[in-house]
């Protein structure tokens, strides 16, 4: 049971806002899609910038706190959201920056696919996301990101060059090819728990427009179908 004066002197550390039970907004920033998810945090932490993240780790750590880190708030395994614990919602974090002379983009964790293709697209640039314009770019990138474009290009991990991640003792590091490479093979795809990643670097590829189709064939026309279309 976190203290009363632990709470308040948490939510004055903090940019963000924080949520208790009971409070206006609680239950709606608790909610995933998946409404067989009916989990409630002690605390849900709406992060504006990395300093309330190390802010958060550094709670959970004084208080022995279960976390969970919601991105995009897509989560449909309900990862997102913990059992009296606190809730990082990294969701308000919306920073994108494209370099189409180099085309890379810097994008940070709250972003989801739509958002993130609106940034890039207007450069006639993209890269491997996923197939849900809601799906958020961390939790579908950190799990390998499987796409439209993922034949060309490979799986959004692929096009992963950098990160920035806050580590569990509440260092914020960058991770890429030349610096912290263990954390970089790890944040591309070695699996979860080696931090929270606040933003992400990805290559860019000359692509667009960005669209999405979806074509149901009658039985038996499968194979012509698809010739046509090679």
């Known amino acids: 049971m976190i203290s009363e004066s632990a709470i308040q002197k948490f939510r004055k550390a903090l940019r963000g806002q924080t949520l208790c039970p009971s409070e206006p907004g609680y239950d709606a920033a608790r909610t995933v899609p998946n409404a067989m998810i009916d989990r409630r945090p002690a605390i849900i932490a709406r992060c504006a910038g990395a300093a309330d993240i190390v802010a958060c780790v550094r709670f959970k750590r004084e208080h022995d706190l279960l976390v969970s880190v919601r991105g995009g708030g897509h989560s449909v395994a309900g990862k997102a959201v913990c059992d009296g614990g606190l809730m990082i919602d990294l969701s308000g974090l919306k920073g994108i920056r494209v370099d189409p002379a180099r085309r890379t983009v810097r994008a940070e964790t709250g972003l989801t696919l739509g958002e993130f293709d609106h940034e890039t697209q207007a450069f006639g640039l993209a890269t491997p996301l996923g197939v849900v314009s809601k799906t958020g770019i961390a939790g579908l990138t950190l799990g390998g990101g499987w796409g439209h474009l993922h034949a ?56 667009g427009p960005v669209s999405g189709w979806r074509s149901v064939l009658p039985g038996g026309k499968g194979e012509r179908s698809l010739a046509f279309l090679a």
Not at 174 to 195: I, K, P, Y
Request: net charge negative.
């Open 152 to 207: 060309k290009y490979g799986l959004s991990i692929d096009n992963v060059i950098g990160a920035d991640v806050i580590t569990a003792d509440g260092r914020l590091l960058t991770a890429n090819a030349s610096e912290n490479q263990d954390l970089f093979w790890a944040v591309r795809g070695g699996g979860g728990n080696f931090g929270i990643v606040t933003s992400l670097e990805y290559r860019l590829h000359e692509v």
